[in-house]
Structure formats: C-alpha cells, structure tokens
C-alpha cells in the first residue's frame, strides 16, 4: 500500500488523537514519503512557531539514514561527530532526537513520521499510535 494523502492523513489523525489520550502538551505532526518529500503537515492550536521544522526534521533524518530517531540520537551519542557531519551535509535538517519514526510495509520503507511537541519519548509514542493505526509497521530505531 502506498503512502497516499489519504493515508498520511489517517497517521496525523491517530497521533493528534493518541496525543489527546496520554494529555500531551499542543503537537506537530509531519509525514514524509520515502524521498522525504513532505506528504502531510498539522500543527495543533499553542504549539510554538519552530515545531513544523523540528517535525520535519526528526522524519527527514530517519527516512535519510534509513533508521528511527531514536537510534539515530543513540548514535549522536556515541559518535557525535559523525551526526554533526551528517546534518552538515544535509544542510542542517536533521533532528537527532526520538520523535521521527520509520513507516514500513513489510521490509520496505515508505515514509517516515516526525512529531514534536512533548518529551521526545512521548512524541515518539504518538507516532507509532497514527503508523500502526494506517496499518503499517513503525520503526522507532
């Protein structure tokens, strides 16, 4: 299944939704295809001017590097410079922290969510709720 507007909009939906069940503070929600294209973009009433660019962010690295943001911020820590060196090279749009979210179907990725908003681990947990809610796999790294 192809990630569609449709389904990208299903994903956001879910996460705005899980986000509202676990009482989260306001949330932004990105959904990028697999060239990291930006397919679907909210951002919730009181969420600050710079979330849409820290949502994108999170999704851009981990559809870039090929795994979450979780691991891609466990891989900042062991080797700091060599994510510095990869966000230079990606002219600054990757956000190594949890919160950007692989989308598989099967083996394959097809997407990627990023969420900000809360604590990244919260953020991180929106996100798989809307993957897992379009009936994909989410891949947190």
Sequence with gaps: MPLTIETARTIVAASLKKGGELGLKP????????????VALERQDGASRMRPEIAIGKANGAVALGMGSRAIFARAEQQPFFIQSMNALAGGSLVPVPGGVLIREGG??????????????????????????????????
Excluded: K, P, Q, R
């Design 27 to 38: 949330l932004t929600v990105a959904v990028l295809d697999a060239g990291g294209a930006l």
């Design 108 to 141: 394959t990725i097809v997407g990627a969510v990023g969420i900000t908003g809360d604590t990244s681990d919260n953020d991180e947990a929106a996100a798989v709720a809307g993957i897992e809610a379009a009936g994909f796999m989410a891949d947190a790294g």
